[in-house]
């Protein structure tokens, strides 16, 4: 499986970077908003994984961007900020799910399997 980590945070994208390539996941980084939008509209990406605050485009505009393009990739959004609205700004825009920070990288290998074992 090919998923995109969009983190600007050095020590959660290489945690997470770690915890997949563990597993045998194939793992592009990007470290801000914009890069991850030129990778997800350039690669056949299977997963996303995106903080909804990063430089240049936020998580909300990744999760835009995957919509107007019609592609039909999960997308598990992080964020520190566990307001209500957040989170269901985030699932209104399309996030399959949404972890809070700090997170247990097992848990997210876990919400990870579940998603690839959905039917698409």
């Given at each position: 499986m090919l998923i995109l980590i969009a983190e600007d945070d050095e020590l959660i994208l290489h945690?997470?970077?770690?915890?997949?390539?563990?597993?045998?996941?194939?793992?592009?980084?990007?470290?801000?908003?914009?890069?991850?939008?030129?990778?997800?509209?350039?690669?056949?990406?299977?997963?996303?994984?995106?903080d909804i605050m990063m430089p240049f485009a936020s998580g909300t505009e990744i999760l835009s961007t995957i919509q107007d393009l019609g592609k039909n990739i999960p997308v598990i959004v992080l964020s520190s900020m566990g307001q209500e609205e957040v989170v269901i700004d985030a699932f209104d825009m399309g996030a399959s799910d949404f972890m809070i920070k700090p997170f247990s990288p097992n848990e997210l290998l876990l919400r990870i399997k579940k998603l690839a074992n959905k039917p698409a």
């Open positions: 945690t997470i970077e770690h915890k997949l390539v563990k597993e045998g996941h194939e793992v592009i980084l990007s470290r801000n908003g914009r890069e991850a939008i030129e990778k997800i509209k350039s690669l056949d990406i299977d997963l996303v994984i995106t």
